[in-house]
């Protein structure tokens, strides 16, 4: 399963959608687990007679943990060494995001081989919503 | 955030993963969990976040007994204060969230957490800068590095967080 140093090549990519049409209901279990029960991801009438943004939206959080599904499916379970985003846009509910990940170099380092990657995840109308990197082990 | 103890947990990784919709069947099933290279249940990439979970003085998480900022019979289930002179010279502004929102995070794994594992977290202050907004105002950028060891001591994940808060010019009204 796990990615070969030597089939892989600078420029190839790896994508998926990783959630459709994004449900209030999935940001609450978000909520449930992570323990961040922050109203402006679950409190509709808190967010926007309060905090007066236009709806919920998901924690940055949630969609980093989307886009690392993306991340371990490719390179592997186990197989991350490490792994940032930077937030760029929020997501609300009702967005559908495709995650990316670009192989940017594969070389040696510590004595083991390992992939550097582009992580790119962009909602429905295109907008980046999250853009980082990651690098992993591979055989 | 500082964590004393922070369980490694089978049924808290299938949770999650479900949260983050992951249909990976190395978080359901520890039969099939063990016949991967990873030999068992490990934690998903952005697992450690749910260390909030363990940390008795979290801030968003509604406390037993206390108000919570989030909506009730009201949009807001806190009683308001009488507001002081400050707020009402105008000289002082009341936030309107629960605080800054999430900038960037980063994660380096030494190891990958696996159930069983009792991890530990500390955190420390890292780099402030500022950055002139869009819409005009500062944001002010703070980055925290918690560190995650193991019931041996050893390091497992590092993570660094920034957050960003705007904070308006002092000249403005």
């Given at each position: 399963m796990a990615l070969k140093a030597n089939e892989l090549n600078v420029g190839d990519v790896h994508e998926e959608e990783v959630v459709r049409n994004l449900t209030r209901t999935?940001?609450?279990?978000?909520?449930?687990?992570?323990?961040?029960?922050?109203?402006?991801?679950?409190?509709?009438?808190?967010?926007?007679?309060?905090?007066?943004?236009?709806s919920v939206f998901a924690h940055g959080m949630l969609t980093m943990g989307m886009t690392g599904k993306m991340l371990t499916n490719y390179v592997g379970d186990g197989r991350l060494k490490?792994?940032?985003?930077?937030?760029?846009?929020?997501?609300f509910p009702?967005?559908?995001?495709?995650?990316?990940?670009?192989v940017t170099a594969v070389r040696d380092e510590d004595g083991e081989k390992v992939v550097d990657l582009d992580v790119s995840t962009i909602d429905e109308d295109g907008t980046e919503v999250v853009k980082g990197n990651a690098t992993a082990r591979v055989d | 955030m500082a964590v004393g103890k922070f369980p490694?947990?089978?049924?808290?990784?299938?949770?999650?993963?479900?949260?983050?919709?992951?249909?990976?069947?190395?978080?359901y099933d520890q039969d099939y969990a063990a016949s991967t290279e990873?030999?068992?249940?490990?934690?998903?990439?952005?697992?450690?976040?749910?260390?909030?979970?363990?940390?008795?003085?979290?801030?968003?998480?509604?406390?037993?007994?206390?108000?919570?900022?989030?909506?009730a019979k009201g949009p807001t289930g806190i009683t308001p204060k009488p507001k002081s002179d400050a707020e009402k010279s105008g000289e002082k502004k009341e936030s309107g969230s629960g605080g800054g929102l999430h900038a960037e995070q980063h994660y380096v794994y030494h190891r990958h957490?696996?159930?069983?594992?009792?991890?530990?977290?500390?955190?420390?202050?890292?780099?402030?800068?500022?950055?002139?907004?869009?819409?005009?105002?500062?944001?002010?950028?703070?980055?925290?590095?918690?560190?995650?060891?193991?019931?041996?001591?050893?390091?497992?994940?590092?993570?660094?967080?920034?957050?960003?808060?705007?904070?308006?010019?002092?000249?403005?009204?």
């Open positions: 999935q940001i609450v279990q978000y909520a449930g687990t992570s323990g961040d029960y922050n109203p402006l991801h679950t409190d509709e009438i808190y967010t926007t007679e309060i905090a007066k943004y236009p490490s792994f940032g985003v930077r937030f760029t846009s929020q997501v009702g967005a559908t995001l495709t995650a990316r990940a670009t | 490694i947990e089978y049924s808290h990784i299938m949770m999650f993963a479900r949260s983050v919709g992951d249909a990976n069947n190395i978080y990873p030999g068992g249940v490990i934690a998903p990439p952005t697992f450690v976040q749910a260390s909030a979970q363990f940390d008795p003085d979290y801030f968003l998480r509604p406390k037993i007994g206390q108000e919570w900022f989030g909506s957490p696996k159930v069983g594992d009792v991890l530990n977290a500390t955190t420390k202050s890292g780099k402030t800068w500022e950055k002139q907004g869009r819409r005009g105002g500062n944001l002010v950028f703070s980055e925290s590095i918690t560190e995650y060891r193991d019931q041996n001591g050893e390091l497992v994940v590092t993570a660094t967080g920034v957050g960003v808060r705007t904070e308006r010019p002092a000249t403005s009204a």
